[in-house]
Structure formats: C-alpha cells, structure tokens
C-alpha cells in the first residue's frame, strides 16, 4: 500500500543540526498517524516522535523533548524531523512509521508500516 522512504540522515558533530525526511508514495498520508523510532547498536528500538493524522497532536519521549521537532506536509506527502541540540546519543538508524488510524495517538507496537531507515551519526 503506502511506501515510505527516509531521507537527511548523515554526520554531524555534536550540538548541531539536522533534518530528516520521509516521503510516502503510492498513497496518500492524510489519514494516517506518523512516527520516527530510531535503534542504535546493541540497543532495542525507541520511540522518538509521532503525530496524529491531522498534525494537531503531537508525542516526543523525553529524551528529545525540547530539541526535536515533528512535522508533516501532506501537500508534499512528507513527514519531516527537525533535530537541533543533537547528542552523541542520538546515534542511531532513525526510521519513519505509519499508522492508517484517526485515533489521537499511536504507539510504538501499532505502527504496521516502515521505511527503510537513515543513519544519524553524532561525533562528540
């Protein structure tokens, strides 16, 4: 149904920036919630960010709150996360997900379709 593809990922040294993009293709992402998770190695994948269908809603763990933005335009079928402040644990494949659902928030298990993922990797 729905593909995603993650975007941005690269080096960057710590205390800086970086913006990552997940384009859909093959259906529209109106309806769906949308979330970044990331995994670093020898780690278990964590919840990042997510929002609602609408864009309204917004989630971030506690980790990233304050430094990462969520945000998406459907216009360009694209899910963007604005990392600033960046640490060098925020290394990790970061990997966009979606949810076909209108319910104000989905969770890490619900998310039914991925992307590949992209590589941030923050030097210190």
């Known amino acids: 149904q729905v593909r995603l593809a993650e975007s941005g990922g690269g080096l960057v040294q710590a205390g800086g920036s970086l913006k990552l993009s997940c384009k859909g293709s093959g259906r529209a992402l109106r309806s769906y919630g949308l979330g970044w998770l990331r995994q670093a190695p020898g780690k278990e994948r964590e919840f990042v960010a997510s929002?609602?269908?609408?864009?309204?809603?917004?989630y971030y763990s506690d980790s990233v709150r304050g430094r990462f933005t969520i945000s998406r335009d459907d216009d360009k079928n694209t899910l963007y996360l604005q990392m600033d402040s960046l640490e060098p644990e925020d290394t990790a494949i970061y990997y966009c997900a979606a949810k076909d659902t209108f319910r104000d928030r989905v969770y890490e298990n619900e998310f039914n379709i991925w992307g590949q993922g992209t590589q941030v990797t923050v030097s210190s």
């Open positions: 929002t609602n269908w609408s864009g309204r809603l917004k």
